[in-house]
Structures are given as structure tokens and as C-alpha cells.
């Protein structure tokens, strides 16, 4: 709950006049279309979960758009026009199985002059958000920072950064910037004076830095609140005030966890009584820990999680990122990820998230596409979407499929369409044009670049990225699995096969895809949904579930309790619904592609099988 503090700093913004930003109230506009009676409200905590209007348990599933904000080419926008936001988020729905962005937001952009707001690229920023929200796709905007700002950095430097704004920096009076003996960008973040110096500058508020950010954050939360539609504005979810924060340097006496406590909570309240300023009131604080809390590198793992913040309740959902540095360092992970290569990894998010008394999100994964460590690609990718799943390998679920935990909501790094075609001048250096990769700091992560033609295209296999997911559940998810059977190469990965036990459910899979969701109703009407991949067409998708059970789902009414129907946004995705008619009862639906036209008897077999499973289980 907010500070009697954070309550008077709302009556003296209000007061000081902080939220004057032009522009009309919101008109009430036509949802996304495709849409359905119960689609389109905004999201709330509630228990621990995400929840929708209609009280369902929502799970994001995403991207984030983009790391092209943090480069000049495009002005700190994601995209280069309206035009191209449209593009990418058809494809990022159709393509990608995305429901939901982290959309990057520049401080450098949003402030250039000091108390001086940026309008121009507000507006720019709104248009751009618009483009996901008509596709039906929830944004959630990321103030973004890395190495604080590209002004610490020389023309001739080896890294840059991304963030504040030029007066930010000429504000410190910073050393010379120098990383040292670095094999990794992100060492900047504990070897680089300059970046240390200003990062601690920034949290002990120096030069009115925080205090600047907080106005400017303010001022654009406001814009878009007045400038979006109620009906855009509810797919907005909430906020991410900071990305991966980092004390820079320590006072004396102070750990890792204490400046959690003594700075970053303190920002975050702050922030928190903002967005309530701005019209956010009912929208979540997206809030992420210390940057190493939980590194899976011994060495760098530092206590944090924000330990010490008390019950976060339904005002902040505790908000994560996760990269397998072990991996990415080529030396100290060799051979490739397996089935459970995360489980313990993002269990620790599931479990922080759950002793703060609300939702999680893993905001940031993913693994380079390019370079020495990028065969592992597949694998690693595979066993983090794995992981956001179940708490379990695929090995144990079925023996144990109460133990699942819930399902995580995720936006993958990167969607970004112009991977490869950048014309970026590191760090206004002309003589540096960038155009590999992502174009920054040697990084190569988007799951999508632009073919010859011009048309979005997958990097990565396609049964690893459009996948099988219950992106609203109507009541509490009990247990979730896919086994996507992704490709490394030619190599099929099969990591949670049926067991042998379940021989009738088994033969109806084969060697197709499946998913398996447990749950148990709640009170309201709306029906449970999970997004269908592309590689199940309607006709050839099996469903067996104690609602019933079908080959080729027919299209959704509110009398068809197992149905189909499109995904909002016109973009050609689809959804399967599921509609029960109780409260508080257990319910299972298996979803698969694989045998072709199976017979009564298998459907019949299959059923009786899975009901026997779930009643011994739940």
C-alpha cells in the first residue's frame, strides 16, 4: 500500500500542476475485431494471478518491440512508421502466437530538453502502441535503460549505452568511460566508472535526476491516458518503471539487498503514486528486483527480489528477467539445454512471487541467434518456454502434475524487423554504421527479420515461437503443458512424451504436437481460451476433455463448449473456448495435431484414460 508519503506527494503534483499535457479525453472507440462479449478489459491482480474483467486468469505471452528503440536510427521509437508497426504486429500475432508487448519507451526522446516534454514523440509513441492494440495485442510501455545513457559513451568507443537524456549526463561530470578487460557488454554495468557513477547518481537523486524522470514519466503516462481510447487505454496493462535497475556503487555499509530497500522500493513508490496521478490507478507497477538477484552465475548472484517490500498486493506484479549467462558465456555451460535445464530458475520466480503476494512476469528471456554460443539456441529457448509453463521437466509431469505451479507470463527478447538492415552510427560516429544484427553491442536476438521481399520472417522455428498456451483461464489453472517438439536442426525435440501408461492417449498424439491444461472453474460466463498455433488447423485439431470431445472443433457458440473462434485484431490467429457450466469443479482438456481423423472408439479410449488420470491426480 502506498506511503502516507507517496499520498502527499500525489496532493503536491496535482498542485504543482505536473499533469498538464495536451489533448482531448479519450472517445470510446470499437474494440479490435473479431471480438467477442468478453474480450477487452483491462487487467487487475487478483490472488496472486492476472485477471480479466470477467475474473479469468490471464497469461501474457509476447515480445518484447523493440531494441530498435535503443538506437537513434528511428528516433528512439520501435518502429520507422505507422506502417511498419501495423506489419510487425500482425505477423508478431500471426506468426509469433504474441498476445501481448513490452513496448520501449527513451527517456533521451521523451525529455531532450530539460522539463521539457516531447509531444512530437508522444505522439509518435501513441500511433505506434495503437498499431498492437487494434491487432488485439496488450502493451505494456517499458521505460528502457541500458548502461544508463549512450552520452557516457565517446564516437570511439567500443560499447554504448541507452536511456538519459544528454543534460542528464552533462548534469554528473563523469570520468572518461572505460570498461577495462570486458568480453561482454553488460560488464560496463560493474567495471565502467562512469556508468557506476551516474547509476548511483540517478537512485540517490543527484542534480534532481530521479525527480526529473518521475515528472517526465508522469507527463507521458498522462498523454497516453488521454490520447488513447478507453477501449485502447483498457489493453494497456501497466507500466515497467525501470529496466534492470542497478545501484552502480554502494554506500558504505550498503549490500544488495538494503539498497533495494533504502532506494529502489523508495522509486517505486514514487512511481507507483505517479501513475496513480496520471489516470493509472487501476493498472499494475510492473517492478523488477536488483539486475542479479538471480543470476545463475555464482559470482555475480546478489541478494535481492525485493525482500524486504512487504506484500506487493494488487498494485505491483513482481517482474523478472532471465538469460542463461552460463550459456552465453561459452565456457561455462558446455553441450546444450535439456528437458528441466529451468525448472529450478524460474521456480524461484514463481515462489518470490507468491511469498509477495502477487503475479509474476519474466519480462525478458531469450539467447543469441549468431556467434559460437548460438547452437544452443534451440534448446535453451525450448527449456525456458518450457520452463514458463510448468515448474516441472517434462520427465515428471505426468507422475506429478499437481506440483506444475502456474503458468508464467513471458515477453521473449527481441521482435524486431529490421535485424540485419540497421543504419545505425554507434554512438554518432559516421564512420560506424551499424547494420548487422540488432546493431547494438554485437547482439543478435530477434526472433524475425524483413525477407527480400519485404515480408516479416521467422529466424526461429516456428513450433518454438507460435505456441499452445492458455491465455485466460476461467477459474485457476491447476496444470499446463506443451510439448511443441521444436526442431534443432533436424533433430525433432521430444522432452515430455505420453507415458506409456496412457497407451490410447499416446497412440491419438503419436508424433504430433499437444498441450494439456488442468483447471478448476470459477463463477463467471466466460470461457477458458488458449491460443492454437498455426500448426493446428482447425480441421485437424483433437480435443478431448470432460466437456467433450471432437476432432475438428466447430466455430464458437455460447452453447458449444468446445469451439473455436478468432483471436481479436483480424489477424487470422485463432483460439480454441472452452465453456463449463459449474464452480469449483476440476476440468482437463487435451489439445493435439497428431493422428489424422482418429476413430470414435480412440476418442472414447483417450477419454476414459484422462479422466482416470486427472481423478487420481487432482
Not at 186 to 214: E, R, S
Not at 231 to 255: H, L, M, R
Not at 317 to 332: C, E, M, R, W
Request: hydrophobic share 40%; proline share 6%.
Amino acid at each position: 500500500m502506498p506511503t502516507i508519503r507517496a499520498r502527499l506527494l500525489v496532493v503536491l503534483v496535482i498542485l504543482c500542476g505536473f499533469l498538464t499535457v495536451a489533448g482531448a479525453p479519450p472517445a470510446t472507440a470499437a474494440t479490435p475485431s473479431d471480438s467477442l462479449w468478453f474480450d477487452g478489459s483491462s487487467l487487475t491482480v487478483q490472488n496472486g494471478r492476472l485477471t480479466d474483467g470477467q475474473g479469468r486468469e490471464i497469461v501474457l505471452r509476447g515480445y518484447n518491440v523493440s531494441g530498435e528503440t535503443k538506437l537513434e536510427e528511428n528516433s528512439g521509437l520501435p518502429f520507422a512508421s505507422v506502417a511498419d508497426a501495423r506489419k510487425s504486429a500482425t505477423a508478431l500475432r500471426a506468426l509469433g502466437g504474441g498476445d501481448a508487448v513490452r513496448f520501449l519507451l527513451s527517456w533521451a526522446h521523451a525529455e531532450p530538453v530539460r522539463g521539457q516534454v516531447d509531444t512530437t514523440y508522444l505522439a509518435a509513441v501513441a500511433e505506434q502502441m495503437r498499431a498492437f492494440l487494434d491487432a488485439g495485442i496488450r502493451v505494456l510501455p517499458d521505460f528502457h535503460q541500458d548502461l544508463y545513457s549512450r552520452y557516457l559513451f565517446n564516437s570511439g568507443s567500443w560499447y554504448t549505452g541507452d536511456g538519459a537524456p544528454k543534460w542528464a549526463v552533462d548534469a554528473g561530470n563523469y570520468p572518461a568511460e572505460s570498461c577495462g578487460i570486458c568480453l561482454f557488454w553488460g560488464q560496463n554495468i560493474t567495471q565502467n566508472a562512469a556508468v557506476q557513477k551516474a547509476q548511483y547518481d540517478f537512485w540517490h537523486n543527484n542534480h534532481g535526476l530521479q525527480d526529473a524522470f518521475l515528472t517526465t514519466a508522469q507527463a507521458t503516462m498522462a498523454y497516453l491516458q488521454q490520447h488513447l481510447t478507453d477501449v485502447e487505454f483498457a489493453a494497456v496493462t501497466g507500466f515497467d518503471p525501470y529496466n534492470e535497475p542497478y545501484a552502480g556503487s554502494d554506500d558504505s555499509g550498503q549490500t544488495s539487498r538494503t539498497w533495494e530497500r533504502d532506494l529502489l522500493w523508495p522509486f517505486y513508490v514514487k512511481f507507483r503514486a505517479r501513475m496513480d496521478a496520471a489516470g493509472w490507478q487501476d493498472k499494475p507497477a510492473f517492478v523488477e528486483p536488483n539486475l542479479f538477484w538471480n543470476s545463475n552465475i555464482s559470482t555475480q548472484k546478489q541478494e535481492g527480489g525485493l525482500l524486504d517490500a512487504g506484500t506487493l498486493g494488487s498494485r505491483y506484479v513482481f517482474n523478472t528477467h532471465f538469460y542463461d549467462q552460463k550459456a552465453i558465456s561459452g565456457i561455462l555451460m558446455w553441450g546444450k539445454a535439456a528437458d528441466g535445464q529451468y525448472a529450478f530458475d524460474f521456480a524461484t520466480v514463481r515462489d518470490r512471487a507468491t511469498a509477495a503476494g502477487t503475479a509474476a512476469m519474466v519480462s525478458e528471456f531469450g539467447h543469441p541467434l549468431s556467434g559460437t554460443v548460438s547452437d544452443k539456441a534451440p534448446t535453451v529457448l525450448k527449456a525456458m518456454y518450457q520452463a514458463l509453463d510448468s515448474r516441472l521437466p517434462g520427465a515428471s509431469w505426468w507422475s506429478n502434475p499437481a506440483a506444475s505451479g502456474p503458468v508464467l507470463s513471458g515477453t521473449q527478447w527481441q521482435w524486431d524487423i529490421y535485424n540485419g538492415r540497421h543504419h545505425e552510427l554507434m554512438n554518432g560516429n559516421s564512420g560506424k554504421v551499424l547494420t548487422s544484427g540488432d546493431a547494438w553491442n554485437d547482439e543478435d536476438l530477434s526472433a524475425v527479420n524483413l525477407d527480400g521481399s519485404g515480408n516479416v520472417t521467422l529466424r526461429q522455428n516456428s513450433r518454438l515461437l507460435d505456441r499452445l498456451y492458455p491465455s485466460a483461464t476461467a477459474g485457476t489453472t491447476l496444470a499446463f503443458t506443451y510439448e511443441d517438439r521444436s526442431r534443432d536442426g533436424s533433430t525433432t525435440l521430444t522432452w515430455n512424451p505420453v507415458p506409456s501408461s496412457l497407451p490410447n492417449v499416446a497412440r491419438l498424439v503419436g508424433s504430433g504436437q499437444y498441450g494439456l491444461l488442468v483447471w478448476r472453474s470459477g463463477d463467471g460466463t466466460a470461457p477458458t481460451e488458449l491460443h492454437l498455433p498455426a500448426s493446428f488447423p482447425t480441421a485437424s485439431t483433437t480435443v478431448v476433455s470432460d466437456l467433450g470431445t471432437v476432432y475438428g472443433p466447430p466455430a464458437y457458440a455460447t452453447s458449444t463448449p468446445v469451439a473455436v473462434a478468432p483471436e481479436p485484431g483480424g489477424t487470422g490467429s485463432r483460439r480454441l473456448l472452452l465453456t463449463d457450466t459449474d464452480s469449483g469443479a476440476p476440468h482437463y482438456a487435451l489439445v493435439t495435431n497428431g493422428a489424422p481423423a482418429p476413430s470414435a472408439d480412440l476418442l472414447s479410449a483417450a477419454r476414459s484414460e484422462l479422466a482416470a488420470w486427472a481423478a487420481a491426480h487432482f
